[in-house]
């Protein structure tokens, strides 16, 4: 016995799935059976409203082979949920304060070592810096940081906040940190020989900073061992284009200068 299937209507009859397009605002259609074009402007569970050119609105369901988009026979379908967007993030990794000024600058300041730590500072920290109002300076050497420190005359109101290149239990910088150190002056140190190597040598490309024997200057030997010019300003340059967050630093100096941030901020 053959088995024949209910349905008798001929295979070229029959009507054939059309595509589905999601109904989004703008989307310019005619619905099937009243002839009615025009743009999507909203749709909700079960219906969709168009707006035809003279600002007319009708409501029609979403119904299976519907509408006609550009003559092609179409169903249309609720558009996707769109995720929620995520909040926008600093170079450091904090959420970004969307328009907002720069706040007029604090009486205290963070100081670093050098001219290429406050500009690696100011890459990654700076629109958070500018949002707290925090200023930051840079000393000529630690040597100098007694005077600076005098002429600063912290106070509850003026927190000062330095940050010192490899910074060693027992050596001469410690010994002047720990001097000038008080409740409203902190000193912190990373612990690298200089600031390019708290870049992660993966951000440029290497396996490792090169060792440099003693006696020679560590930046000319990092050049002459990498093969690159012995020029160090230009080094360096090509050095901060490789950091574009803070996911390109050591963790050694990301925390401590967040930690100068929050001392320098907090509230009396």
């Known amino acids: 016995m053959r088995q024949y299937s209910p349905d008798l209507t001929p295979p070229w009859k029959k009507s054939q799935p059309a595509p589905e397009v999601p109904a989004d605002p703008g989307l310019v259609v005619e619905e099937a059976g009243t002839g009615f074009c025009g743009a999507v402007i909203r749709c909700e569970a079960g219906t969709v409203t168009l707006e035809d050119r003279f600002g007319k609105h009708r409501v029609f369901p979403l119904q299976p082979r519907g509408f006609l988009l550009e003559g092609r026979v179409v169903t249309l379908v609720r558009p996707a949920a769109k995720a929620p967007a995520r909040p926008a993030r600093t170079a450091s990794g904090s959420v970004a304060v969307p328009g907002a000024r720069a706040r007029v600058a604090r009486a205290g300041r963070i100081y670093v070592e050098g001219r290429h730590d406050a500009e690696l500072v100011e890459k990654v920290w700076g629109d958070d810096l500018r949002v707290e109002g925090v200023v930051v300076e840079y000393l000529e050497g630690v040597d ?12 509850p109101d003026a927190r000062l906040g330095v940050l010192v290149d490899h910074l060693v239990p027992g050596t001469k910088e410690w ?11 902190l000193v912190v140190g990373h612990p ?6 708290a870049v992660k040598p993966s951000s440029l490309g290497i396996g490792a900073w090169p060792r440099v024997p003693r006696g020679q200057d560590w930046k000319t030997g990092v050049c002459r061992a990498l093969g690159w010019p012995e020029n160090t300003g230009a080094a360096w340059q090509r050095i901060l284009g490789r950091v574009r967050s803070y996911k390109d630093l050591e963790p050694e100096l990301l925390g401590r200068v967040e930690e100068l941030i929050d001392f320098v901020t907090a509230q009396p």
């Open 144 to 155: 100098d940081l007694p005077s600076v420190v005098e002429s600063f005359a912290p106070g």
């Open 175 to 185: 010994r002047i940190a720990e001097s000038v150190t008080s409740e409203h002056a």
């Open 192 to 197: 690298f020989v200089d600031i390019w190597a």
